[in-house]
């Protein structure tokens, strides 16, 4: 499960059973929603990202295939219907909302590392030079005793 930033929870954890998940999909885009939609199940997870009503992002994720766009919209549907699942919905500014977008579909440039390895100036300094637009994101580990 990819861990994306919360803002501001509107739903968490409720079962994809409970809703209409098309009625709910429609009132995101009429009510000029900014957010996203995360949804989980045992094989899959997916995101949709919306800025003032429009859906701008569709990422399903079903081990390691990658969907996006129709396809990933349509997939939710399957394994909502199959599986069931879990939706949590979380309301943000249209900057995050951004970010979160780049962070789903953008190229991964550096792999995964402590921070205390990273010399932040190279990184930046490479940035520069290449002319790059980036997002780090950091993940705050758990202690190792």
Do not use: W
Request: hydrophobic residues 45%.
């Amino acid at each position: 499960m990819l861990i994306l930033p919360r803002s501001n929870p509107l739903y968490e954890n409720l079962l994809v059973q409970k809703i209409n998940l098309p009625d709910a999909m429609k009132k995101m885009g009429a009510g000029g929603f900014t957010g996203y939609l995360g949804y989980g199940s045992n094989s899959s997870e997916g995101y949709f990202i919306f800025i003032k009503g429009a859906l701008i992002s569709a990422l399903m994720l079903e081990g390691n295939k990658r969907k996006s766009g129709f396809e990933a919209f349509t997939s939710l549907f399957t394994h909502a219907l199959l599986e069931g699942g879990a939706i949590n919905v979380y309301r943000m500014t249209v900057d995050l909302a951004v970010c979160t977008q780049a962070l789903l579909h953008g190229t991964v440039i550096l792999k995964p590392e402590q921070v205390s390895t990273i010399d932040l100036k190279v990184v930046f300094a490479q940035m520069k030079l290449q002319m790059l637009m980036a997002l780090l994101y950091f993940q705050q580990l758990s202690a190792v005793p």
